[in-house]
């Protein structure tokens, strides 16, 4: 005899669905079931992350303005789309991490003229397989560097909570690491042309984020956008430095 039991929360049905808790009334899994749950979830994810990727490239301060201020649905959650980001980033990175990682390390190696041949070629050995491992992790900690400093820069104008601000980085960061795909691409046609085009994209996009996002002065917004990328960039420096420095130490 059939059972009339729900599966999941053990309440007595003979209906499709459970009354109480909306699970399907229990039935062996068939191919048409596995491929139409594939299908409506693609087809569910499409509108959103298409619409998220086009406005943070087209309007990215109106877009984020619109989600804070409680247009959500139409777009992809800031955390998905950020682990989305970094997934497909990381993904082509170690897809093409060797060579990418000799390209970058030898844009130090030329600028170090201390060291003998072969202890330029230990260090970087051992950089090179210190940075592949912890890469994604590295990449994480500039998400509270830039929240911190926009919301310090632009707390008074905004009104934004730290947290409000921390969403608007995770959207603007992740748009960035997508961007690095197509930079990073270049470094095979001309070593260090992909940090001139990551360092352009950044310089441009961020002021055109708050510019939009805070609507300040324009002179103002740029001013403030080129100094926090300028603070990133020492502190993210210092930080890399500080745990080189004590990954070495430890290893050797």
């Given at each position: 005899?059939?059972?009339?039991?729900?599966?999941?929360?053990?309440?007595?049905?003979?209906?499709?669905?459970?009354?109480?808790?909306?699970?399907?009334?229990?039935?062996?899994?068939?191919?048409?079931?596995?491929?139409?749950?594939?299908?409506?979830?693609?087809?569910?994810?499409?509108?959103?992350?298409?619409?998220?990727?086009?406005?943070?490239?087209?309007?990215?301060?109106?877009?984020i303005n619109d989600y804070l201020q409680g247009k959500r649905k139409v777009y992809y959650k800031p955390f998905q789309?950020?682990?989305?980001?970094?997934?497909?980033?990381?993904?082509?990175?170690?897809?093409?991490?060797?060579?990418?990682?000799?390209?970058?390390?030898?844009?130090?190696?030329?600028?170090?003229?201390?060291?003998?041949?072969?202890?330029?070629?230990?260090?970087?050995?051992?950089?090179?397989?210190?940075?592949?491992?912890?890469?994604?992790?590295?990449?994480?900690?500039?998400?509270?560097?830039?929240?911190?400093?926009?919301?310090?820069?632009?707390?008074?104008?905004?009104?934004?909570?730290?947290?409000?601000?921390?969403?608007?980085?995770?959207?603007?960061?992740?748009?960035?690491?997508?961007?690095?795909?197509?930079?990073?691409?270049?470094?095979?046609?001309?070593?260090?042309?992909?940090?001139?085009?990551?360092?352009?994209?950044?310089?441009?996009?961020?002021?055109?984020?708050?510019?939009?996002?805070?609507?300040?002065?324009?002179?103002?917004?740029?001013?403030?956008?080129?100094?926090i990328i300028a603070l990133v960039f020492i502190l993210y420096g210092l930080l890399m430095a500080v745990i080189s420095?004590?990954?070495?130490?430890?290893?050797?």
């Amino acid at each position: 005899m059939e059972s009339t039991t729900c599966r999941n929360c053990g309440d007595s049905t003979i209906k499709k669905f459970c009354p109480s808790c909306g699970e399907q009334k229990y039935k062996r899994i068939l191919m048409k079931d596995v491929l139409g749950d594939f299908l409506s979830n693609l087809l569910a994810l499409e509108g959103p992350i298409l619409r998220t990727i086009k406005d943070l490239t087209l309007r990215p301060g109106i877009m984020i303005n619109d989600y804070l201020q409680g247009k959500r649905k139409v777009y992809y959650k800031p955390f998905q789309y950020y682990i989305l980001a970094t997934t497909v980033y990381f993904l082509f990175f170690y897809a093409w991490g060797d060579e990418i990682l000799v390209m970058f390390s030898d844009i130090g190696a030329d600028a170090n003229t201390t060291g003998t041949a072969a202890q330029i070629s230990t260090f970087q050995q051992e950089m090179n397989e210190f940075q592949s491992k912890n890469m994604r992790l590295f990449t994480f900690f500039q998400i509270p560097m830039y929240s911190w400093l926009i919301w310090l820069f632009f707390r008074r104008k905004s009104g934004h909570s730290f947290t409000e601000t921390f969403v608007a980085s995770l959207y603007i960061l992740a748009q960035m690491l997508l961007f690095g795909i197509i930079s990073t691409s270049f470094e095979f046609f001309h070593t260090g042309v992909s940090l001139v085009l990551n360092a352009i994209f950044m310089f441009i996009y961020l002021p055109w984020v708050l510019i939009q996002l805070y609507c300040e002065g324009v002179l103002k917004t740029i001013l403030k956008s080129f100094t926090i990328i300028a603070l990133v960039f020492i502190l993210y420096g210092l930080l890399m430095a500080v745990i080189s420095v004590v990954w070495i130490i430890l290893l050797r």
